[in-house]
């Protein structure tokens, strides 16, 4: 396979006879104005007018699109993965329930696995169980109902096995063996709906 500097002419021709693997910037031809590094890849029979690009872009945020041709016509550019990181956010607790140093965020990647990370506490064994500890905004909430293992923790620091669970409307209770605990640590990953 060769490598070219393609024109823009190239670009637009679906049934380019050879395979090639090239440079180009700031074309129109591209999914956005960075400098990209393009592989094209013809038909065994280029005159058909089948064939696929796929352009992996260098910009601040590295991106991989592809667009096949279909009978002559090149199709959009679809983006394959965006290499962003996801936003992280502070969990909206309930009233009087804090997070710790460690804290409680939450966070969903592109391709909507939603991870959560709890570590809270209610002064004087302020936790009980069944309390609701937070509600999950839409968009972040698991598709099923779901539970998740989890830490109770007493103020005479005793550890107790004990639970998350979280509804498909995002409200997560907790559940533990003791009747109060003073801190409450659990993690976990979910599909989102």
Not at 83 to 106: E, F, N, S
Not at 112 to 128: F, R, S
Not at 130 to 143: K, N, Q, S, W
Request: proline letters at 8%; a negative charge.
């Amino acid at each position: 396979m060769a490598y070219i500097a393609p024109e823009e002419a190239d670009l637009q021709k679906p049934n380019y006879p050879t395979a090639y693997i090239g440079d180009i910037d700031e074309s129109a031809m591209m999914p956005n104005s960075d400098w990209h590094h393009v592989l094209h890849m013809p038909h065994r029979y280029p005159a058909v007018g089948y064939s696929a690009l796929m352009a992996l872009s260098f910009g601040l945020q590295p991106r991989l699109s592809i667009r096949g041709a279909y009978s002559g016509e090149w199709g959009d550019w679809i983006p394959i993965a965006t290499a962003t990181k996801p936003a992280v956010y502070d969990l909206p607790l309930a009233a009087g329930i804090t997070a710790t140093d460690a804290g409680c965020k939450y966070f969903k990647t592109q391709d909507h696995v939603c991870t959560i990370a709890v570590d809270c506490v209610m002064p004087n064994n302020g936790l009980t169980s069944e309390d609701v500890i937070f509600t999950l905004p839409e968009g972040y909430r698991p598709a099923q109902y779901i539970i998740i293992p989890a830490i109770a923790v007493t103020t005479d620091g005793g550890t107790y096995c004990a639970s998350l669970r979280i509804w498909e409307n995002g409200i997560a209770k907790i559940w533990m063996p003791v009747v109060h605990a003073n801190q409450f640590i659990a993690h976990a990953s979910f599909i989102a709906s």
